[in-house]
């Protein structure tokens, strides 16, 4: 039999090169395992027109939303904004029944080929929220089925509480209700042939919740980074031994528990001397950027602290590199991709130690903080700001690790590691018949 690379159904609802966060990592993940395997890609028709820009000669299957659907997440929107804000555990359980029908339709188009051994692997990647199930697993009895990276689940720390009930983590009960009542849910969980987890923390969660043995699930983040983003950084991590100003950046939505009112107010406590060294950028917006904005004057930090607004992925590339320290105090962050891109273009980070983003950073490339309280966060943002502002070597030294860390979060690693993965599971008998490259 003549060699051939792995064939792989992959299952990406939210897949599309022109969009940012989920659909854009779906995107990556297909983008570098079409290189190494033969892939068959099934997604949302809304994805069609970027797809077919990128990729007109690829098998893409779209599955098109029914009238009465779209009618329904127009409500579902509706009833899970509150003043302009989302509800976000109330909008993921509202939104069921959109994703419902889009698995329904994947299994009655590939069951039967899932079933007659078309293919060596089912790979579903999005939705990344582990709380969705996988219809088509049902038809995966000769066939391995991979899900995730999943990740997730992650709770507001105890210190901060008045910041939970802001982001309306009340609600988070809705969470345990759909494990007991959307049907397939442990059935996805307890078949998987791998589970990939996007943190620790999920990792943990899905083996206590579904009893998953060590050898079907592993740790695999999420998030990645183009090799184009690592050209030429080591020029980046140079020392700025002489400068007046060390420039500090934020990057995300300007929401409750991104923290960058913890940010503020602890450039409006550091000493006066390293206050006027420092300059720091907020690239984002969102809703308490009102607030925030009148916490920088009511401070008096205007020429020390700008807001950008949103921005194009360039230009927010352009802050990166023309800044020193990279500060993200978020108190609940799943994936936190700002953070690698930080990494990758020379930062030492300063970040929250709860989610994924305290696993990107090591006592190398940066600093953790642990959430015990609004008022202890704030204090070690201010330690840690005014140490790298006094000890530019210390920059240099954790920006030349920061980048070594990051390569490790190419895309081309990973997929790498996901393709090596699929010869694992897949039957020994296939694999001798396989290129694996």
């Avoid at 936190?336 to 930080?342: F, K, L």
């Avoid at 709860?354 to 950073?361: H, T």
Wanted: net charge neutral.
């Amino acid at each position: 039999m003549q060699d051939r690379r792995f064939k792989v159904l992959l299952i990406i609802e939210q897949c599309n090169p022109e969009w940012a966060s989920v659909p854009l990592v779906g995107y990556r993940y297909y983008e570098g395992i079409s290189q190494l395997a033969e892939t068959t890609l099934v997604t949302h028709n809304r994805n069609q027109s970027a797809l077919e820009k990128a990729h007109p000669d690829r098998e893409i299957v779209y599955i098109a939303e029914s009238s009465s659907i779209r009618q329904y997440y127009k409500l579902a929107e509706r009833l899970s904004k509150v003043k302009g804000k989302t509800i976000w555990p109330l909008y993921n359980t509202l939104s069921f029944p959109v994703y419902d029908e889009f698995n329904r339709q994947v299994y009655q188009k590939f069951r039967d080929r899932v079933l007659s051994g078309e293919f060596d692997v089912v790979h579903a990647i999005t939705p990344m929220m582990p709380r969705y199930p996988v219809k088509l697993i049902e038809a995966c009895d000769r066939t391995p089925f991979v899900l995730g990276p999943v990740n997730g689940g992650v709770p507001f720390p105890p210190g901060f509480k008045a910041v939970s009930r802001q982001e309306f983590a009340y609600f988070n009960f809705l969470r345990t209700i759909g494990r007991h009542v959307i049907p397939g849910y442990r059935e996805t969980y307890e078949k998987a042939d791998r589970i990939l987890a996007g943190s620790t923390y999920t990792l943990n969660l899905i083996q206590d919740l579904f009893d998953v043995p060590d050898d079907r699930i592993s740790l695999a983040y999420e998030n990645g980074i183009t090799q184009d983003f690592l050209k030429g950084q080591e020029e980046l991590a140079q020392p700025k031994i002489d400068a007046d100003v060390v420039r500090l950046l934020f990057v995300g939505r300007l929401v409750p528990y991104k923290g960058a009112d913890m940010l503020i107010d602890a450039i409006g406590q550091l000493d006066l001397a390293i206050q006027q060294k420092v300059e720091l950028s907020i690239v984002g917006d969102g809703s308490e950027r009102s607030a925030l904005e009148a916490q920088v004057n009511a401070l008096n930090l205007s020429d020390r602290i700008h807001f950008t607004g949103w921005v194009q992925q360039q230009e927010t590339l352009d802050y990166y590199r023309t800044s020193d320290v990279f500060c993200f105090p978020s108190i609940r962050e799943f994936g936190g991709a700002v953070v690698i891109e930080a990494m990758a273009s020379g930062l030492p980070c300063i970040v929250v130690n709860n989610g994924g983003i305290g696993e990107y950073v090591t006592e190398k490339t940066g600093f953790k903080i642990e959430p015990v309280s609004r008022s202890h966060v704030v204090e070690d943002l201010k330690k840690h700001i005014t140490m790298l502002i006094e000890n530019p070597a210390l920059r240099q030294q954790m920006a030349v690790h920061a980048i070594d860390r990051a390569k490790a979060f190419t895309w081309e690693t990973k997929v790498k590691e996901i393709v090596a993965m699929y010869g694992k599971i897949v039957p020994p008998a296939q694999v001798a018949h396989l290129n694996v490259r």
